[in-house]
Nanobody
Framework: QVRLVESGGGLVQAGGSLRLSCAAS????????MGWFRQAPGKERQFVAQ???????YYDDFVKGRFTISRDNAKNTVYLQMNSLKPEDTALYYC???????????WGQGTQVTVSS
């Protein structure tokens, strides 16, 4: 059974940092494109960042330069380091992968990030 479990969310002041983790089981993260998304209340789910099998990374313009996606193959975990956080970054953050198709079809349950001003 494939599972993606996010952790590391919390409450932080503007300008602060958090590191989110996505621990995978039932799949090997180095063999799939892995991504982070977020959804704020009343808004649609938004792409944040992705890392390819060859470790190429891509970011949404809003987080570029502030967030870094990485993975630890030994721990089978993907990370999202978030620096210089802004209140607008407040959202439920999800980890996802393209396991069965060319779309983001496998999701974790999410971890809440709240940035206070």
């Amino acid at each position: 059974q494939v599972r993606l479990v996010e952790s590391g969310g919390g409450l932080v002041q503007a300008g602060g940092s958090l590191r989110l983790s996505c621990a995978a089981s039932g799949l090997t993260v180095s063999r799939y494109k892995m991504g982070w998304f977020r959804q704020a209340p009343g808004k649609e789910r938004q792409f944040v960042a992705q890392i390819s099998r060859s470790e190429n990374t891509y970011y949404d313009d809003f987080v570029k330069g502030r967030f870094t996606i990485s993975r630890d193959n030994a721990k089978n975990t993907v990370y999202l380091q978030m620096n210089s956080l802004k209140p607008e970054d407040t959202a439920l953050y999800y980890c996802a992968t393209k396991l069965y198709s060319s779309t983001w079809d496998t999701w974790g349950q999410g971890t809440q990030v709240t940035v206070s001003s």
